[in-house]
Nanobody, 130 residues
Framework: QVQLVESGGGLVQAGGSLRLSCAAS????????MGWFRQAPGKEREFVVS????????????YDSDSVKGRFTISRDNAKNTVTLQMNRLKPEDTAVYYC???????????????????WGQGTQVTVSS
């Protein structure tokens, strides 16, 4: 069993930055692929970014589009056992509840769909004003 808890959300003006954290507990997840999703009011949950790690460092990351790739960065803090999402140059369309997810299952996956993951956090609200 893995428990994920997101934090770091809040209200920020367009162009500002936020850093989200995902703290994991229960079982080791150092080798688990991780992902971030978001869900805006009245919309479906959508993929933001995912990554796999190798040798304690980020192996690769998959982003939803260039709109995120150029502004968001996913990373891992081994000392604090957390995964972070650094969000820069935020836009109003980034407003959503952001969820952290982990995949425990073996085997490859594109890691871009909700069904690719086994564990989810409760979400943290990000609001970007104009």
């Amino acid at each position: 069993q893995v428990q994920l808890v997101e934090s770091g959300g809040g209200l920020v003006q367009a162009g500002g930055s936020l850093r989200l954290s995902c703290a994991a507990s229960g079982r080791t997840f150092s080798t688990y692929p991780m992902g971030w999703f978001r869900q805006a009011p009245g919309k479906e949950r959508e993929f933001v970014v995912s990554t796999r790690w190798s040798g304690g460092a980020t192996y690769y990351a998959i982003y939803d589009s260039d709109s995120v790739k150029g502004r968001f960065t996913i990373s891992r803090d081994n000392a604090k056992n957390t995964v972070t999402l650094q969000m820069n140059r935020l836009k109003p369309e980034d407003t959503a509840v952001y969820y952290c997810a982990a995949r425990q299952r073996d085997g490859g996956s594109r890691l871009t769909s909700e069904g690719d993951y086994d564990y989810w956090g409760q979400g943290t609200q990000v609001t970007v004003s104009s």
